[in-house]
Every structure is written in C-alpha cells, then in structure tokens.
C-alpha cells in the first residue's frame, strides 16, 4: 500500500504566482480531504470530497483557492494568486468513506516569499 | 464551537512511561484518535477508540477513556527516542469532520 501520495513535497515561490498541489489517495478511498497546518491555526479542513464530488469546502479561506477532484485517484489544490500569509503545510488526506478513519499523506510545505 | 486541548509539551527519560492527555467538549463524540507527527511528516494514525470503550490496549500503546469527564489519554510504555514526535488528539462525532488538538511535543531523553 503506496499511501496518500502527495506532490509537490517543498515549494517555494513568489508572491503572485499561482501554486498547484497535487494529491493521489489511497486506492479503493473514496473520500479526501485537503488540510493547512499552521503554528497559529493548527489543523485546519479546507475541502472534503466524497465520490469526486465537493461535499464541504467552508474550510477553502477565500477565492484565491480552489480545488478540484477529476477522478478517483487525483485531486489539486491551486493558489492564485499566492500571497505570504499562505505559507504552510498542505496536507491531503483519504478515508474510504467520510464516516472512516483518515490517513494522511506527508504533506507539501509551501513558502511564499 | 467543539473543541479538542493538549498540553503543550511533555519530557521524559528513555524507558520510562509517557502520558498524553486531552480534553475534549463535544459530548456526541464517537471516535477519538491519536496522531503521531514526526519532523517533517505527514500524520500517521497511531490508536483510535470508540466511545464505548474506556481502554484499549496495542503494543507499548494504552489508551484510556473518561467518556464522563471527556478526557482521553495516551500511554507510551518504555519511550524510546524514536517515539520522539508531536502527538494529536482529535475527535469525531461520527462524521467526516475531525477537531484537532492543537498538539504535544514528546521529547525524550537519552
């Protein structure tokens, strides 16, 4: 089991600049989620999917962000554009339905500058 | 709102016991999970109980349930330096949405 797969794992950029994260869950899972992990905010949900489709994305701070889910085995998470308060860990996660227990890849640390 | 709290951080000697507490409000919780980050990782799901259960036991693991004063416990047998982490708490009324505990920081000592 090759796990929450996430890319890119570092990334750095300028402000402005649009961002793409990309996440394949575990196979067979039908839910993901896409998290920020903060010092300030801590664990935040940004969006959920269930069965590729948006079931909660309240957690998604402003237009600035988006998300989509294509198929079963591929997800983004896309700034644009990218501004210096965005830095943190993105962390994608899957379960196999909503209700079930969520496994999480390793994360991609993003720093605007 | 619903919310998960952890001590900050904690410091024990190798082989000796680690406790982690947390507390938590929401009184419709059904799942409760711990969470071990290591530096630079993502989350790897340590235990989970439900909230029927009062303990359950895996490996060096304990978990310990007070489902009346909503406190949740984690216990580490013979912590090692490897168990070194960032340890969460995080609750689930049953639904897809979890509340994180804003983490423990375990450090060992050799």
């Known amino acids: 089991d090759a796990g929450v797969i996430q890319s890119p794992r570092h990334e750095v950029t300028e402000m402005g600049q649009e961002v793409t994260l990309r996440c394949k869950p575990i196979?067979?899972?039908?839910?993901l989620f896409w998290y920020r992990q903060t010092m300030m905010r801590g664990l935040e949900l940004l969006i959920y999917f269930n069965n590729n489709v948006p079931i909660d994305d309240s957690g998604m701070p402003e237009d600035r962000f988006s998300a989509k889910m294509p198929n079963a085995s591929f997800s983004t998470l896309k700034i644009q554009p990218s501004e210096p308060r965005d830095s943190a860990v993105y962390f994608c996660?899957?379960?196999?339905?909503?209700?079930?227990?969520?496994?999480f890849g390793p994360g991609t640390r993003l720093l605007v500058l | 709102g619903e919310d998960v709290e952890q001590s900050l951080f904690l410091s024990v000697r190798e082989g000796d016991s680690s406790v982690i507490n947390c507390t938590y409000t929401?009184?419709?919780?059904?799942?409760l999970y711990w969470y071990k980050q290591e530096p630079g990782a993502g989350l790897q799901l340590l235990t989970y109980i439900f909230s029927n259960m009062d303990m359950k036991q895996d490996q060096r693991l304990t978990v310990l349930l007070n489902k009346k004063d909503k406190h949740l416990s984690l216990r580490i047998a013979d912590t090692q330096t490897g168990d070194s982490a960032i340890y969460f708490c995080?609750?689930?009324?049953?639904?897809?949405?979890?509340?994180f505990g804003t983490g423990t920081r375990l450090k060992v000592l050799a």
């Open positions: 196979s067979g899972h039908n839910s």
């Open positions: 929401d009184s419709s919780s059904t799942y």
């Open positions: 996660a899957s379960s196999s339905s909503g209700r079930e227990t969520q496994y």
């Open positions: 995080a609750e689930s009324s049953g639904t897809y949405k979890y509340i």
